[in-house]
C-alpha cells in the first residue's frame, strides 16, 4: 500500500529551524516528484516547494532561500529543512506524491498525500 | 505565478441538491486543472486531474468542465459525505497554485 507518513513538526521560536520528515512505502521517493503543500490555520493550501524526480527542485517565492527539499534514497525519505522560521511559516505540512496522468499531454497532480504535521512558529 | 480564483467561497445545499463550484485561471492553462476535497482535520484528496477526468475511484457525481481560463466542478446530487471544502489547483507551470477553497455546508 502506498502510504506517506510526516514527522518533526513542533514548536519553534521565530529565527529558528526545523527539518520534516516525510517517510514513503510502497513506492520509491526517487522515482516520483515529490511536493510540499501547507495549510495556515483556518487558511487555504499553499504549495512551498517540488523535488522533482530528476533532482531538480524549486521552492514558493515566500520559503526561497530559507527552506531546502531533498531526499534520501536509503531511507526513502523526503526531507523539507526550514531555516530562519517566521510566524508566518505556521502551519500543518503535508507532503504529497506528484504523479503524471499521459493522456496526450501529461496532467501532473497530487494523488497520495501525508496526514501532515504541525509547525507553529512563536516565541 | 497564475492566480486561482474560486467562487463562491461557501455555499449551502441540501443533500441530492446539485451545486456548482467555479475556477478561474489569471492566464489561460488549458485542461491543466485538478481539483481536491478536503474534509476538516484530514488531508486533500484528489477528485479530478485534467479538468475533467475523474481519479480512480472517485463517484461519477462529481462533474468537471472547462478549458483555458474558465472551469466548474459539479456535484449532480449532493451526498451526506461531500459536505467539505473544495479546492481547484493549475498543474500547467510552477509555482503551482490553488484557488482559496469553497466550503460545502448544510443548509
Known amino acids: 500500500e502506498v502510504a506517506l507518513v510526516e514527522s518533526g513538526g513542533g514548536l519553534v521560536q521565530p529565527g529558528g529551524s526545523l527539518r520534516l520528515s516525510c517517510a514513503a512505502s510502497g513506492f520509491n521517493v526517487t522515482s516520483k516528484s515529490m511536493d510540499w503543500v501547507r495549510q495556515a490555520p483556518g487558511q487555504g493550501l499553499e504549495w512551498v516547494s517540488i523535488v522533482y524526480s530528476d533532482g531538480r527542485t524549486h521552492y514558493a517565492v515566500s520559503v526561497k532561500g530559507r527552506f531546502t527539499i531533498s531526499r534520501d534514497t536509503s531511507k526513502n525519505t523526503l526531507y523539507l529543512q526550514m531555516n530562519s522560521l517566521r510566524a508566518d511559516d505556521t502551519a500543518v505540512y503535508y507532503c504529497?506524491?506528484?504523479?503524471?496522468?499521459?493522456?496526450?499531454?501529461?496532467?501532473?497532480?497530487?494523488?497520495?498525500w501525508g496526514k501532515g504535521t504541525t509547525v507553529t512558529v512563536s516565541s | 505565478d497564475i492566480q486561482m480564483t474560486q467562487s463562491p467561497s461557501s455555499l449551502s445545499a441540501s443533500v441530492g441538491d446539485r451545486i456548482i463550484i467555479t475556477c478561474r485561471a489569471s492566464?489561460?492553462?488549458?485542461?491543466?486543472l485538478n481539483w481536491y476535497q478536503q474534509k476538516p482535520g484530514k488531508a486533500p484528496q484528489v477528485l479530478m486531474f485534467?479538468?475533467?477526468r475523474l481519479q480512480s475511484g472517485v463517484p461519477s457525481r462529481f462533474i468537471g468542465s472547462g478549458t483555458g481560463t474558465h472551469f466548474t466542478l459539479t456535484i449532480s446530487s449532493l451526498q451526506p459525505e461531500d459536505f467539505a471544502t473544495y479546492y481547484c489547483q493549475q498543474g500547467y507551470n510552477t509555482p503551482w497554485t490553488f484557488g482559496q477553497g469553497t466550503k460545502v455546508e448544510v443548509k
Open positions: 485534467g479538468a475533467s
Open positions: 504529497a506524491r506528484e504523479v503524471a496522468a499521459t493522456i496526450g499531454s501529461f496532467y501532473y497532480y497530487m494523488d497520495v
Open positions: 492566464q489561460t492553462i488549458s485542461n491543466y
